[in-house]
Structures are given as C-alpha cells and as structure tokens.
C-alpha cells in the first residue's frame, strides 16, 4: 500500500511505435492493488489498433487531442477532451488519433492485470524511471 503521492518520474515508461504508456497504478507495482490506472499518449496519426482485454473491462477518459474510437467492431465514432468510454470485458476495440497533436487519454483496466500483454509486443520498450522516452517522427 502507498501512503503518498505516486510521483510518476519515478515510474518507468513504455514506449511502442504508436506512443508511450505510463501505468501510474498496477496490482505489479503496488501490493493489494486491484485495477490498473495509467497514462497513454497516442502519436499523430498512429493507435493502440484492434485488440482486445478477455479478463478486464476498460475505462478510457480523453484528455486532449482528438481521435475515434472502435468498440465491439461497430463503426468508429470521434473522441475529444472530456469523453469517457466504456470497454466490457472481452469486447474487441481501437484508439486511433487523427488529430495532429498528441492524443493525451487516461485508462483504468478492472480487474488489473491486462497490461501485462503489451510488454510481449515486438515494438514494446521500457524506459526507466528519470528517463524521456522519446517520440519519433514517421
């Protein structure tokens, strides 16, 4: 259990080649923790494309930018600050910025957990604590 403010530079980043993910929160980093609460930053242009959390229902709530959405393979709707989504469990979806700036969103996973899937993506890094993960141009 934490009993202070969780700093986030000293927490590690992970970097991928659509963007850079910041889990602030995880049952991996705090004893007794039983969701998973971070940070995503989705690049121009780029997205956490189609996929899906068998075990955890998700929360996305959009800080800044602007981007669509695809939950349950429906058709996409657009995203902008100040929207939340709802995941269930199980349910396929994306995240796709098509905004020019970053797309800044906050994302908690109910039961915690899923998350561990990304590290085994091929463009999956991890960038200490301290460190600037860097954002790289297409």
Avoid: C
């Avoid at 923790?33 to 121009?44: C, D, H, S």
């Avoid at 199980?90 to 590290?119: K, Q, V």
Wanted: glycine letters at 10%; a negative charge.
């Amino acid at each position: 259990m934490t009993k202070e403010a969780i700093n986030p530079q000293q927490l590690p980043a992970h970097t991928f080649d659509w963007g850079v993910i910041k889990w602030f929160v995880s049952p991996d980093q705090i004893q007794g923790a039983g969701v998973t609460f971070g940070e995503v930053i989705l690049l121009p242009g780029k997205g956490h494309e189609r996929h899906n959390h068998p075990e955890s229902e998700e929360v996305l709530y959009i800080l800044s930018g602007e981007g669509e959405q695809m939950v349950d393979d429906e058709a996409p709707f657009t995203i902008k600050p100040g929207d939340a989504i709802y995941i269930p469990a199980g349910i396929y979806h994306s995240t796709i910025n098509t905004g020019w700036e970053p797309l800044r969103l906050l994302a908690l996973y109910n039961p915690g957990g899923a998350e561990r899937a990304l590290t085994s993506a091929p463009d999956y890094r991890q960038v200490p604590p301290g460190e600037q993960p860097g954002l790289q141009r297409a």
